[in-house]
């Protein structure tokens, strides 16, 4: 597929708005193990093959294993995702499908069973914000493959 709009180059006042919320989001007090995770599963939800690259290969270099991330897509059936990854993966999966009945009480409470409150808000910054690029690179349909692994700067390397 050929890119329709490089809108970083068109309006990089909009890239600066969605940099100033992931910029949040990798200082957050989660792990990002973790979030590589929920932004692997959301990108598999939403179908954006230009993220599930990105951050397949991001995960790869922070030490994420094959097995795990081939395995994603069905994680319930896994047993290679501990019980707080459990409940990430089943808030951002409420998060990003919304329309499919909001976020139940029992989700909600299995997240808050295993994060703060301020972390549940930082977890949910963190779908918004990997929502919200996907929806750009789907609809202006970014190139997968493209990609390449930048190297993490010592701050986050202990996220």
């Known amino acids: 597929m050929k890119t329709r709009i ?11 708005a969605m940099m100033g919320l992931q910029t949040y989001v990798n200082h957050s007090s989660l792990e990002h193990s973790l979030l590589e995770l929920v932004k692997m599963r959301t990108s598999q939800i939403n179908g954006c093959a230009y993220c599930l690259d990105m ?3 991001d995960a790869r270099a922070a030490g994420e294993t094959e097995q795990r991330l081939y395995l994603l897509s069905a994680w319930r059936e896994a047993p290679f ?19 499919e009945g909001h976020v139940p009480d029992d989700v909600y409470a299995s997240a808050l069973g295993q994060f703060s409150e301020a972390e549940l808000v930082d977890l949910s ?12 690179m789907v609809g202006f349909r970014g190139e997968a493959g493209t990609y390449q692994v930048r190297p993490r700067s010592p701050a986050l390397t202990t996220a």
Do not use: C
């Open 81 to 99: 995702y501990s019980e707080r990854e459990r409940a990430a993966l089943e808030w951002t999966e409420a998060m990003t499908l919304l329309t």
């Open 6 to 16: 490089d809108f970083t180059k068109i309006s990089p006042k909009a890239l600066q």
């Open 55 to 57: 951050h397949s290969k």
């Open 125 to 136: 910054m963190a779908i918004v914000a990997i929502n919200g690029w996907n929806r750009l």
